[in-house]
């Protein structure tokens, strides 16, 4: 049986980027508004309030999860890209999702949000060189990152969790 934790696989962050390899996950990165859109189209309200897995997040948490995550992935950037390697403040995403916003809101409010995240998180990240990406951050759970490294993680990230939200439609024909 698939992990429904991990429907596109884990992330793997290691190993050098091309430079190829980079602007193709820039323009993933830039993509995610559309697709993230796409899955959500149609959805009733009880299907938002639904979890893509037992103990699970519902699709709505995941939504919100997303623009909270992406926005402290963009403000890392600007750290790591302005400062020397500096400290980032981690956060509990589990405690984020529970919070009265993430449970109740209504999803477009993330959604545009990230559609205008995205939009100058990939300007940002069109216009970094090579150079920019070896550049590190500290996280204190997880230790030095690089910015492609970090790339990575949340190109996997957006494709992750959208396809939490496609593969619940799909299990429940929606």
């Known amino acids: 049986m698939t992990d429904l934790r991990y429907p596109i696989g884990k992330a793997s962050i290691e190993g050098e980027l091309t430079q190829d390899q980079r602007m193709a996950m820039i323009d993933e990165v830039g993509r995610l508004p559309s697709k993230l859109r796409a899955a959500l189209q149609n959805l009733n309200p009880h299907q938002l309030e639904t979890s893509y897995r037992p103990e699970g997040w519902t699709v709505r948490q995941v939504v919100h999860h997303l623009a909270d995550s992406h926005m ?56 970094m060189e090579a150079k920019d990406f070896l550049r590190v951050m500290i996280h204190p759970e997880r230790g030095r990152l690089m910015l492609g490294n970090t790339l990575r993680l949340y190109e996997w990230h957006g494709r992750h969790h959208t396809a939490h939200i496609t593969a619940l439609r799909e299990r429940m024909g929606w």
């Open 72 to 127: 402290n992935a963009f403000v890392r950037f600007k750290l790591a890209l302005t400062e020397s390697e500096p400290t980032i403040k981690p956060y509990n995403e589990k405690l984020w999702a529970e919070t009265a916003d993430a449970r109740t809101a209504p999803f477009e409010l993330s959604l545009n949000l990230i559609e205008s995240l995205h939009e100058r998180w990939t300007l940002l990240m069109s216009t």
